[in-house]
């Protein structure tokens, strides 16, 4: 079993940067990939993937939209993960989960995940 608890949300001008924290509790945090996933105001319960990173960090994997000014990191010995959001754009404005999937891939898709967290608010103005 896997607690997770994110961070970090908040609001800011297009251009600007946040960065997301996830905090992990329960055991083998170092065995799972990890993946962000944002959902959008007014897109129903659709959860759009935004990076996901392997149990290693050797291994990372980004949705068109974000790579390039998104990053994904994780510190196993601190039983975290980051996500910094550089550049954002109105249209990231969202609700930003982190989830946790055994496996030892990198998925891009929510069913392969087990376990997430509550989401944090992500607001972008224009």
């Known amino acids: 079993q896997v607690q997770l608890v994110e961070s970090g949300g908040g609001l800011v001008q297009a251009g600007g940067s946040l960065e997301l924290s996830c905090v992990a509790s329960?055991?083998?945090?170092?065995?799972?990939?990890m993946g962000w996933f944002r959902q959008a105001p007014g897109k129903g319960r659709e959860r759009e993937f935004v990076a996901a990173i392997n149990w290693s960090g050797g291994g990372t994997y980004y949705a068109d939209s974000v790579k390039g000014r998104f990053t994904v990191s994780r510190n196993n010995t601190k039983n975290t993960v980051s996500l910094q959001m550089n550049s954002l754009k109105p249209e990231d404005t969202a609700v930003y989960y982190c989830?946790?999937?055994?496996?030892?891939?990198?998925?891009?898709?929510?069913?392969?995940?087990?376990?997430w967290g509550q989401g944090t608010q992500v607001a972008v103005s224009s």
């Open positions: 329960g055991r083998a945090f170092s065995t799972y990939t």
């Open positions: 989830a946790a999937a055994g496996g030892g891939g990198v998925y891009g898709t929510p069913t392969a995940y087990n376990y």
